[in-house]
């Protein structure tokens, strides 16, 4: 079996793994991490989004050994110090979520948005959320948590 | 999944051997539709050769009037170019609207159309733009490049290593997606450049990929939304799925082309 290894959450990570395991399984059931969620497996929910070498990328649909090298942050690695990022704050603050399962990959999507795009307005975040999807909230307090934390972190 | 080998080469030579070595082997570039693919156990082959991060595949440049754009750059990337959205803008539209922000971040331009997903985008701006593909063997014309569902002139043992895209004086891709997926349900893409005036559709036919000659020529007698409006594709031919019957894609055709017209002004 290959090894495999990266760098996730700023600590370097290895395990021997079959070709074919995907790189949310190697989160989380190598690592533990269970930040990430396995929500639809057909790429389509987006409750496994992590972030690959800074880039947003749903971890269903890629290979661990594809990550071989890789700069990976998950959900658990946002929070630095005991303090929330902006963005787990917003949705905590403005309701962002209610069964919670979609949520880290709407925060690692939110992040990810924010960095590209920080000058953000409604229309645009609805339209950036079109890989993620929750059943509960109807979205509109996601969208302002999103809102608020691009405000906050400008 | 089925289990099978995996490499990642460092070169194009390197995956070439690879392949010709391999017993029933599949290139992997960004994997958005591969891994999907191999998840449900659609495909089973011996061995995966992950090109999705060469370096000597993954460039854009704009040289003379065309954009030339590696195999192994991603949806994000295209859509982001300097380049693609002064010399084209249409191609850098339509590589925003393919998928969500995270498939874009993965899926390339090589895969996309080596895969020639009936209802993918990128065969669409290939045809109406007459883009060259270039391979490790040949240069294939798009009107030679697109075979059928899923096929393609590709050769065993043959990888797209860049796209030319000749700049379009106007062009313009609009697409009617299927809410869930994201996939084409119809996209036209219409085009006026050398090589004349092109309009193809994607998503709606059950061979892929193809061009309305209809439409070409009524575009070339009069440019404009009206051009479009009155003509009717037979559905014969068309796909038919929950999502659509046959004539609501040769309706959605007009409707989509007429729009596409207007938007490239």
Known sequence: ?154 | MYQFNYARPKSLAEAEALLAKADDPKLLAGGQTLIPTLKQRLAMPSDLIDIGGLKELDFIRAEGNAVMIGAATKHATVAQSPDVKKHNPALAALAEGIGDPAVRHMGTIGGSIANNDPASDYPAACLALDAKIHTTKRLIEADEFFKGMFETALEDGEIVKEITFPHPEKAAYMKFPNPASRYAMVGVFVSKGPWGIRVAVTGAGQDGVFRVKEMEDALAKSWSPDAVASIKIPAKGLNADLHGTAEYRAHLITVMAKRAVAAAG
């Open chain 1, 1 to 154: 079996m290959p090894v495999v290894a990266m760098t996730v959450n700023g600590k370097p990570a290895s395990a021997d793994v079959e070709a074919r395991t995907l790189l949310v399984h190697f989160i989380r059931e190598h690592l533990g991490l269970t930040g990430t969620h396995v929500g639809c497996d057909t790429s389509q929910c987006g409750a496994c989004v992590v972030h690959v070498d800074g880039r947003a990328v749903k971890s269903c649909a890629i290979l661990a050994v594809q990550a071989e090298g890789a700069d990976i942050v998950t959900v658990e690695g946002l929070a630095k110090n005991g303090e929330l990022h902006p963005v787990q704050q917003a949705f905590r603050e403005h309701h962002g979520l209610q069964c919670g399962f979609c949520t880290p990959g709407m925060i690692m999507t939110a992040v990810d948005l924010i960095r590209r795009k920080p000058n953000l307005d409604e229309k645009t975040v609805r339209e950036e959320l079109e890989g993620n999807i929750c059943r509960c909230t109807g979205y509109h307090n996601i969208v302002k948590a999103i809102l608020a934390a691009s405000q906050a972190m400008r």
